[in-house]
T-cell receptor, first 114, second 115 residues
Framework: AQSVTQLGSHVSVSEGALVLLRCNYS??????LFWYVQYPNQGLQLLLK??????LVKGINGFEAEFKKSETSFHLTKPSAHMSDAAEYFC????????????FGQGTELSVKP | GAGVSQSPSNKVTEKGKDVELRCDPI?????LYWYRQRLGQGLEFLIY????????KSGLPSDRFSAERTGESVSTLTIQRTQQEDSAVYLC?????????????FGQGTRLTVV
């Protein structure tokens, strides 16, 4: 069975500071990993996904994530936070089956201070 | 349609009543998912449909919850004898099948309030 753990339900950074949102996964098969973002009063949208082609994945809005098998991690980073980055971020995992259910972490709420 | 459509967008129901929530996936998407999101919490997996395969119902919290899907189109999530703890946003998503790295596209959700 697959699962993800997001460390920190709430992260607060200053505008211009580094954003680091942590995600660790558990999977008995090679995982497929995703980061989704949910802006206030909006639906979820994909930020980026790990496809096994490269361990460093670049997504929209300047975000990127690095897959580290040895650490079973897929942390999300952005070098410089913007006020518009304030949102809820969800890490998700899908097992190596064809298709398969998508399991989400509990989410991390990112606040950006001016 | 252009995206995943869910209806109604909001539903207020009395405790003990049954409710039906509808999801229209993106045309051609054979995979469909239902999730529950309680206030301030993450997405709780409920059920997953993939083509003509038996659905994965492992996330349904009780026998009051059920879901159906007509072929590879519309799905309905039914909650019988609603309880106050059922109050949440119910999200539907769909994706193409064929590879596990395919993106799931989400609807705007149905906000259910049980009073």
């Amino acid at each position: 069975a697959q699962s993800v753990t997001q460390l920190g339900s709430h992260v607060s950074v200053s505008e211009g500071a580094l954003v680091l949102l942590r995600c660790n996964y558990s999977s008995s098969v090679p995982p497929y990993l995703f980061w989704y973002v949910q802006y206030p009063n909006q639906g979820l949208q994909l930020l980026l996904k790990y496809t096994s082609a490269a361990t460093l994945v670049k997504g929209i809005n300047g975000f990127e994530a690095e897959f580290k098998k040895s650490e079973t991690s897929f942390h999300l980073t952005k070098p410089s936070a913007h006020m518009s980055d304030a949102a809820e971020y969800f890490c998700a995992v899908r097992g190596g089956n064809q298709g398969g259910k998508l399991i989400f972490g509990q989410g991390t709420e990112l606040s950006v201070k001016p | 349609g252009a995206g995943v459509s869910q209806s109604p967008s909001n539903k207020v129901t009395e405790k003990g009543k049954d409710v039906e929530l509808r999801c229209d996936p993106i045309s051609g998407h054979t995979a469909l998912y239902w999730y529950r999101q309680r206030l301030g919490q993450g997405l709780e997996f409920l059920i997953y449909f993939q083509g003509n395969s038996a659905p994965d119902k492992s996330g349904l919290p009780s026998d009051r919850f059920s879901a159906e899907r007509t072929g590879e189109s519309v799905s309905t999530l039914t909650i019988q004898r609603t309880q106050q703890e059922d109050s949440a946003v119910y999200l539907c998503a769909s994706s193409l099948a064929g590879h596990p790295n395919t993106e799931a596209f989400f609807g705007q959700g149905t906000r259910l309030t049980v009073v």
